[in-house]
């Protein structure tokens, strides 16, 4: 039986074969370790939406991210109803706001598990842009310290350190457009009793299936303009730049982007940033974003798994059942590029495999990359998921744990334009569906 691609993670050296780096030169990234405040990890990831339950419930159906937790009526909260999804280490929030009486507002703003929430504001939010990210959270050792620097380097606040108690501390900065930037801390020992938060209760789910995701490799925002938002966040992080994409990187002969990915100190929370190249032939998909999103905000997120190719049979087998839909696969004669860039670290049952799901492979000079992407998961033509696997990079920490780089295996620069033109051949659907119903009426 060939070695699944978790099994290859773990048998690849940290260091690519030698007849690799006459491929792949060397790339030389400098970390220069400029964190103004220690950020652990992702911590979570919150989308305002109308109804919490009906979007929760595809989202697990569609992740195997059984919900792990709530904050709702049944809990006292009569603010907003919120479930929140996990796998591993990822952890999906659904929030939707209750319409108490008028006379009854304060007090039910009172209720609200996350003190930062604001009725009005989630329903101007869904309102404007549909289902979307709000909050990208992140556990920071001190969030009343990170809230202080940050505003101290220019951040914009969005709410002040609160007390959440058993330890837990919530402060928000602003991100871009609507989304914020969510600081959590807490205690080590504080999560065996707190199933998220305080105000939360813990919910079981007997007999779910796991699809094997694991954390969250990525979170990408859409911006009119990269540069004032990169100083922006650089200023009051003091994040680094882990990798840059031109149009001339990414792009097909119609449209294109420009991107930027800024990476804590660990790199392990990695934020892209990506803004639309302006005069080609058909407008950017970023563009498409913006202008269907309202303005700026998250265009997609990255969900790691050890093993994508497992995952990928278990939510395909999903989608004619509500499951998520993927954009469409590069033609055959890809994957014989494929074979050529990491026939060393896929098998070639592994590379028909990825040929059979859809699954992009990429490399560079320290790891592969596999990836795939879900059509947009709402309405409209913005939210979208990438499914990620990383092999290679493995390295000890100073206790001789085994760990993977941050990034390893890159961004996927060799596919930017399969998948832009993947979403150009849907953009194109899209609008011939218009025509035709414009033609009619």
Known sequence: MPPTP??????TPAVMPEHAARHFPRV???????????????HHVELWCADAASAAGRFSFALGAPPAARSDLSTGNSAHASLLLRSGALAFLFTAPYAPPPQDAAAAAATASIPSFSA??????????????????VRVADATEAFRVSVAG???PAFAPADLGRGFVLAEVELYGDVVLRFVSYPDDATAAVPFLPGFERVSSPGAVDYGLTRFDHVVGNVPEMAPVIAYMKGFLGF?????????????????????????NSEAVLLPLNEPVQGTKRRSQIQTYLEYHGGPGVQHIALASNDVLRTLREMRARTPMGGFEFMAPPQAKYYDGVRRIAGDVLSEEQIKECQELGVLVDRDDQGVLLQIFTKPVGDRPTFFLEMIQRIGCMEKDEVGQEYQKGGCGGFGKGNFSELFKSIEDYEKSLEAKQSVVAQQS
Do not use: I, K, Q
């Open 240 to 264: 680094h730049e882990f990798a840059e994409f031109t149009a001339e990187d990414v792009g097909t002969t119609e449209s294109g982007l420009n991107s930027v990915v800024l990476a804590n």
């Open 154 to 156: 220019g951040a914009r």
């Open 6 to 11: 978790a099994t290859a993670a773990a048998a």
């Open 28 to 42: 030389v990234r400098v970390n220069p370790r400029s964190d103004r405040f220690p950020v652990l990890s992702f």
């Open 120 to 137: 009005d504001a989630a329903r101007t939010f869904a309102a404007a842009h549909g289902l979307a990210v709000r909050s990208v959270g």
